[in-house]
């Protein structure tokens, strides 16, 4: 047992961050609270806009201005990221956490060779020997179904296809173990076979690991593939949040409902796709109400004040004066 095994590896509470635009004040991320303990997986979806980068990005100290944490904590094993000097934050930024983005020359080296880049993140944490770190840097990127993963190993980032360069960038991101790993939608343009490959590789290390991650995406499947946990976003806040088993099995939030009937496995035969009616709400110009009123089938009197987050379900929250009453039942696959 090591001393960080008693608190959680990350627990953001309450987190704000505005963006202070020439056009007035964003409230990207409002009132955001998540935990995370060692080797899970929380799965963090939305809607474009919704504040799922915003909310990574002030976790990992990436915000640029006019972006700014107004309010809240994000304690890393304990330590407020917030507060916390910029020296150590660079240096837990640079081995404890980090970051998988969508383009994955955000984080390779285009002048080093894979084998080097995958070498380099295994013996960064592992007293063994090149040979063995070689090996197994080939065995991961065989088991993220690459084909030919010598030939791979001693190539140019440059000379390998899009989603192969996407692979080798999550490969060594959890070869290098670190305590929590934040993916932005890495995988979303990826065939749906491979995509299925890799997440099942990434959960493997991640419990191996005990690294924490926090995957954020608009696509419910790949959380029920997954998470462990989900946490939906909508306009800068978390409206429900829960297990995945609990929150795909019983929604309550109107929100997430709609998410749900509107994944493809889910609609009746022959029936076109249900969309959620309706437009996100400018966030430079957020009504006084809850944020779904305009586009919600429940909504009442009741919701012209916003809500706040409350327990309707053991472990189960919800952002929303009318959760549901009737379980709905969906048929997705937990992983
Ligand atoms: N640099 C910036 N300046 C002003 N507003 C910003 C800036 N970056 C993000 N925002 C705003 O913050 C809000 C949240 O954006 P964010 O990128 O977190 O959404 P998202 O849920 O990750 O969406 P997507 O899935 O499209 O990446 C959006 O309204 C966005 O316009």
Not at 172 to 200: F, G, R
Not at 268 to 276: E, S, Y
Request: charged share 20%; with cysteine; aromatic share 2%.
């Amino acid at each position: 047992m090591s001393a960080h095994d008693s608190v959680p590896t990350l627990e953001v509470r309450n987190l704000r961050t505005h963006f202070h635009t020439p056009a007035g004040v964003l409230p990207a991320v409002d009132d955001v609270s998540l935990t995370l303990e060692r080797g899970r997986i929380l799965g963090l979806v939305g809607e474009s806009g919704s504040g799922k980068t915003v909310t990574g990005f002030s976790i990992l100290g990436l915000l640029d201005a006019p972006g700014r944490i107004v309010g809240g904590q994000i304690l890393f094993q304990g330590r407020d990221l917030v507060t916390l000097d910029k020296k150590t934050l660079r240096s837990l930024q640079g081995n404890r956490i980090a970051m998988i983005f969508q383009d994955p020359m955000m984080t390779l080296n285009p002048v080093l060779r894979v084998e080097a880049q995958m070498i380099d993140a295994v013996l960064a944490h592992s007293k063994i020997s090149r040979e063995q770190a070689r090996e197994l840097a080939r065995d991961t990127l065989g088991s993220m179904g690459i084909a030919s993963p010598d030939e791979r190993l001693r190539a140019y980032p440059h000379q390998l296809s899009g989603g192969m360069r996407q692979r080798v960038a999550i490969a060594i991101a959890l070869l290098h173990k670190p305590d929590l790993i934040i993916a932005d939608e890495p995988t979303t343009a990826l065939d749906v076979t491979i995509q299925a490959q890799i997440l099942s590789e990434v959960q493997k290390l991640a419990r191996l690991n005990g690294t924490a991650l926090i995957w954020i995406t608009h696509d419910l499947s790949v959380v029920a593939g997954l998470a462990d946990d989900i946490a939906v976003m909508y306009s800068g806040r978390i409206v429900e949040q829960g297990t995945v088993a609990e929150v795909l099995d019983r929604p309550q939030h109107p929100y997430t409902q709609g998410l749900i009937g509107s994944l493809p496995g889910n609609n009746r035969r022959g029936q076109r796709l249900r969309q959620i009616p309706g437009l996100t709400p400018n966030l430079l110009h957020l009504p006084p109400t809850c944020a779904f009123a305009a586009r919600c089938e429940r909504v009442s009197e009741q919701c012209l004040t916003r809500p706040e987050i409350t327990e309707p379900l053991p472990g189960h929250l919800v952002r929303c004066f009318h959760p549901a009453i009737q379980p709905e039942t969906v048929e997705l696959q937990h992983g």
